[in-house]
């Protein structure tokens, strides 16, 4: 059983900083990668940014120079670092982890955290 616990949302200025973090307990050692979607009222869920167990990043073009994703040694943290937040990056962020199972890969969602930013 793979559960992930996300913190750290909240309400922030326009130009402020949040920093989220993800836990993820249970069989974690299968997971290839770790990473941040989110899903703002009326639109469909996003890929914010992940990281692979490899170390590699890959960010949405409306994050990119804003916003870092880093990870534990072991990838079961995960974290998003967002600065010069904007009004657009309101959303629910949810964490997400991805372990292959060919021919397919299994995905794991957080409940998800609130990030508000206000003008």
């Known amino acids: 059983q793979v559960q992930l616990v996300e913190s750290g949302g909240g309400l922030v200025q326009a130009g402020g900083s949040l920093r989220l973090s993800c836990t993820a307990s249970?069989?974690?050692?299968?997971?290839?990668?770790m990473g941040w979607y989110r899903q703002a009222p009326g639109k469909e869920r996003e890929l914010v940014a992940d990281v692979s167990r490899g170390g590699m990043t890959n960010y949405a073009d409306s994050v990119k120079g804003r916003f870092t994703i880093s990870r534990d040694g072991a990838l079961k943290t995960v974290y998003l670092q967002m600065d010069s937040l904007k009004l657009e990056d309101t959303a629910v962020y949810y964490c997400?982890?991805?372990?292959?199972?060919?021919?397919?890969?299994?995905?794991?969602w957080g409940q998800g955290t609130q990030v508000t930013v206000s003008s």
């Open positions: 997400n982890a991805r372990r292959p199972l060919p021919p397919t890969t299994v995905q794991y």
């Open positions: 249970g069989s974690t050692g299968s997971f290839n990668a």
